[in-house]
Structures are given as C-alpha cells and as structure tokens.
C-alpha cells in the first residue's frame, strides 16, 4: 500500500472514530435527562409487551388523578403527600414544595420525579392541567372511562 492511500485511510478512519466517540457520549450524557413517561398502572405492572419496568433511581414522569381524600400535607413543612391512580393500582407520589394553583383532588396531574420504591415517586415537579378539556394524549390514552371527580368543597366562597 503506498503511502499516500495509507494516509487518507488513516485519516478516514480517524474521522469515522471520532464522530462515533462524539455521538457515543452525547447518548450517555442525555441519557441522564430522559425522562420516561408512565401510567400509575404501567408503573407497577410493567409498560409495553415486554413489561418492563422502571429502576429504582429512574428519573420518569407519571401522570394520572388525584385519589379523592388522599391528600396529606404536614403542617409543619412543605411536604405533601398524595395517591394517584388510573385505571388500575394506586401509587404514592411525595412532593416537597408549593403544589401549583389548580392542583386539587380529582384532578389529573403530571409529576416528575425519582422511583423510590416500586409504589412511590419522590417528585420534584407537579403540574396540574388548566383546561377541563385538555390533557396530555398519554394521560388521555391511560385515564379513558375515568370520570372527574369534583372537589367536595366550593373555591369561590369566603369561608363563611
């Protein structure tokens, strides 16, 4: 081989090693930020064919309706706690913070946060939808056939 084809083989190659390094940690360096969105029943029953579910540790996003009632703020710090459900088994989100404005029970709901355990979400962010005739297509998909639940208290009075 002479020595000017060795030279654009060479060149060649390590133009081909470079770009596969780069995409190759660009992959592992999003794979940090990819947040996987799930169903309270997909989390604990596994999501697709193959039923696969999430790590402990996983960063991911559940979306689904407040369970009525199941609501527990601690008095003394931000901490809430609440249950969501869909279709199926309930899971247990915890959240330290101010929940927005329209969060309130019967209401569907996205959190992002961290697999605790196989039934619970440590979140660090909840939103709740705006519009009762809006919901996110995923949430739509899972929540089919569950009505709305309204809250058993009236947000327009002064409390008298």
Do not use: W
Request: aromatic content about 8%; proline content about 5%; cysteine-free.
């Amino acid at each position: 081989m002479n020595p000017r084809r060795k030279k654009r083989m060479f060149t060649l190659f390590a133009v081909v090693f470079g770009i596969g390094a780069a995409v190759g940690l660009t992959l592992y360096a999003l794979q940090e930020n990819i947040n996987l969105f799930y169903t309270p029943t997909e989390l604990v029953e596994g999501k697709g064919e193959a039923k696969e579910k999430p790590f402990v540790g996983q960063k991911l996003r559940i979306g689904g309706m407040v369970v009525p009632g199941s609501v527990v703020r601690d008095e003394k710090t931000l901490d809430v706690e609440f249950k969501l459900i869909d279709t199926g088994p309930l899971v247990t989100i915890k959240y330290h913070g101010i929940l927005p404005d329209l969060f309130r029970e019967g209401q569907g709901i996205v959190a992002q946060g961290v697999l605790v355990d196989a039934t619970t979400i440590e979140a660090f962010e909840v939103l709740a939808k705006h519009d009762e005739e809006y919901m996110p297509a995923e949430v739509a998909e899972a929540v089919k056939g569950i009505k709305h639940v309204k809250p058993s208290y009236d947000l327009n009075t002064s409390g008298e």
